[in-house]
Every structure is written in C-alpha cells, then in structure tokens.
C-alpha cells in the first residue's frame, strides 16, 4: 500500500513538474537549437530571449495591467463576498435558495458568459478598459468567494457574534469589529485565490481588449507566436516570467491558504 501511495504521488509530481522544467530549459535555447534537439539540454545556454522580452515589447506595461485587474478584481469580490456571507449568518425568506443561487456560478463553466458579458461590458462603455476586464473577473470570482467566506464565517463561535450585541454593537459595528476581523484567514485564502486565477486569465482578457496600452500578460504572450513569425523561445521566456509570480506567493502564503481552508471544515 505504502509502494502505491509513493507511486503516485510520484507520478502526479512527474506530470506537474517535468512540463515546468522542459518549459524553463527551452527558454535558454535558440530558435534552432529547440527544434533540432527539444527535449535536450541547451547546446549553448543564452539569456537573449529574456533580454528581448524585457526590452523588445512594453513587459512593464503589461506587468501593470495584469497586477492592476488582479488587484481591482480580488478588491471588488471580496467586498461583495464579505458582505454577501456575513447577511447568510442570519435568518431570512429564501436563504437556502439565494444561497445554491450564488453559489451555483461555481458549476457553471465561465465559457457560457462570454457573449453576455461582452455585450454588457461594451454596453456600460468599459470595452477595451482594465476596469471592464477587472469588472468581469470580480463577478466571476464571486460563487467561489462567497462559498470559501461564508463556510470560514460559518466556523465562528455564536457566543462571539451575541457577546457583542449584548455590549452594544449593532449589527454593523458586529461586522467591522468582529467578524471581518475574525475571519481574516479566510479572506486570505479567498484573496490568494482570486488573484492567481485573475493573474493567469486569458479568455476575457483577451475577449475584452484590443489595443496594445490593455494587454494583460497572457494576451500579451499568445503575441509572442504570429501566422508570420513564431519565436517559440521568446514565448517560453515571457511564460517563465509570467508563471514565477504566482508560484513565489503560493509557496510564501501556502501556509494561510491551508489553513483559512481547513479552518472553516470544523466548528
């Protein structure tokens, strides 16, 4: 049993981690030199599709416009989520209704939405804008924050919730000062996930921008392979770079996303 057990986990290790290795090694290669030999090491290690990605194209500004629709979007969805799952810790008509309602956007596949949210968002005037896109990524992320909060919000003790009454508190001042407080772990979670999904987003981003000032870093990078000119390693290198980010503020924080999601298993 133990045998098996290693054995796939071994495996399942092998399959995310070989393609991330062959992805960072073709980085270093030529054009010529990754279809001559692609999955060998590189004849000659060079730093030039790096330099060119950081140099030929605005990185920066693509760089910007991601963190900012991560950022905005995770803001808006929290807020939303926050608010949304703090009103479920009370009595109302239809609770369990609204509640499956919210969060059954979590079973249904975001590709669904494409044409509604591009009519709407070209409605309000926020085509080809950063804020449509962040806009866009809030209401999608809204099911799972909402189920990720409120299940945390759900973990905290009632004796808190009716101390604080008993002192005074209302139900606003119960929300700022002990809730949201409390459910900080939570949150962090719900944040941390919200950001990487929106940080690595290409469908609506590319959906809802055109010019090249709103390009976030994956549309940016699919730029990178054209009908007339394809430099596959240019690519690899801008994916390296889009992919650290993400993989340096999960291993920092995976710690606070074990435990905001383990947190609210229990009472």
Avoid at 222 to 239: E, G
Wanted: hydrophobic share 55%.
């Amino acid at each position: 049993m133990r045998l098996i057990k290693w054995c796939v986990i071994v495996g399942f290790t092998a399959i995310m981690v070989v393609p991330f290795l062959w992805l960072a090694t073709a980085s270093f290669k030529t054009n010529r030199d990754l279809f001559s030999n692609p999955f060998g090491l590189p004849a000659k290690w060079v730093t030039t599709n790096y330099e060119a990605v950081l140099s030929a194209h605005p990185f920066a500004l693509y760089l910007y416009n991601s963190t900012f629709v991560a950022v905005v979007s995770t803001i808006l969805a929290l807020v939303a989520a926050a608010l949304a799952s703090y009103i479920f810790n009370y009595m109302f008509k239809w609770k369990s209704g609204w509640f499956i309602f919210l969060t059954l956007g979590v079973l249904i596949p975001t590709n669904a939405f494409m044409v509604p949210y591009y009519y709407i968002v070209n409605w309000l005037g926020l085509y080809d804008q950063l804020f449509g896109v962040a806009l866009v990524y809030a209401g999608v992320s809204l099911p799972l924050s909402v189920f990720i909060i409120k299940n945390y919000m759900d973990s905290i003790p009632y004796e808190i919730t009716e101390a604080a009454f008993i002192d005074g508190a209302g139900i606003h001042a119960n929300f700022w000062q002990i809730i949201l407080p409390v459910s900080y772990p939570g949150i962090v979670t719900a944040s941390i996930f919200l950001m990487i999904t929106a940080w690595n987003e290409l469908l609506f981003a590319n959906l809802l921008t055109q010019s090249e000032g709103t390009r976030t870093l994956q549309v940016a990078i699919r730029f990178f392979l054209t009908t007339f000119q394809a430099n596959y390693p240019q690519a690899f290198a801008a994916m390296i770079i889009a992919i650290v980010p993400t993989v340096v503020v999960y291993v920092c924080l995976s710690e606070k996303i074990i435990g905001g999601l383990t947190a609210g298993a229990v009472k």
